[in-house]
């Protein structure tokens, strides 16, 4: 499979416990995106690396969150102390420098 | 500050019919617009793009209209047919922050009759 791969897929969890996903970008893509979308929303920017570089933080994405990208291949996003308004669909993306975005299917978060 | 407004939030059409879906923007830094189409349970896939030097672009049954001046853009969606049902998105991104860095709009569900 070449696409962008997540897990989980789905993810449930009780308000206060931390959660990490992890998001595997199609070989050779130098940059890794993370988007949040809500239902019935557009998805919107949370991140993005370029290599292993941490580039750009969206406003959206609080101290609780944080993101690595180690050796410029996978990715983690982890929620600390999570809250019912984290409740979403993380996706993750990747592509080369200026070229065609491509998504994986994401990881649904429900927090109780 | 919702920054890409689409419409329709949702759309009925016909088989074989036109669907059109809206958009307008605010940013006059954008110069990159891609549409793209979700199914459920994925995550979004690139249809068509299109970058304020021309006016249209066609791919398919796939058209995007721009105007610059009005700083607005449409996806027409030629004969549609029941495997174009899924939900619609337009986006806008500045080539400064790269194309990836997108911002989206809120997405119109589409639904094709028989």
């Known amino acids: ?112 | 500050q919702q920054q890409v407004k689409q419409s329709p939030q949702s759309l009925i059409v016909q088989k074989g019919g036109i669907s059109i879906i809206n958009c307008a923007y605010e940013n006059t830094a954008f110069d990159y617009f891609p549409w793209y189409q979700q199914f459920p349970g994925k995550g979004p896939a690139l249809l068509i793009a299109i970058r304020p030097d021309v006016s249209e672009k066609k791919e398919g049954r796939f058209t995007i209209s721009f105007n610059k001046s009005a700083k607005q853009f449409s996806l027409h969606i030629m004969d549609s047919q029941p495997g174009d049902s899924a939900t619609y998105f337009c986006a806008a991104a500045e080539s400064n922050f790269g194309n990836e860095k997108l911002t989206f709009g809120t997405g119109t569900r589409l639904t094709i009759i028989p």
């Not at chain 1, 696409?3 to 897929?9: A, E, K, W």
């Open chain 1, 1 to 112: 499979d070449t696409g962008v791969s997540q897990d989980p897929r789905h993810k449930i969890t009780k308000r206060g416990q931390n959660v990490t996903f992890r998001c595997d970008p199609i070989s050779e893509h130098n940059r890794l995106y993370w988007y949040r979308q809500t239902l019935g929303q557009g998805p919107e920017f949370l991140t993005y690396f370029q290599n292993e570089a941490q580039l750009e933080k969206s406003r959206l994405l609080s101290d609780r969150f944080s993101a690595e990208r180690p050796k410029g291949s996978f990715s983690t996003l982890e929620i600390q102390r999570t809250e019912q308004g984290d409740s979403a669909m993380y996706l993750c993306a990747s592509s080369r420098t200026n070229e065609k975005l491509f998504f994986g299917s994401g990881t649904q978060l429900s927090v109780l």
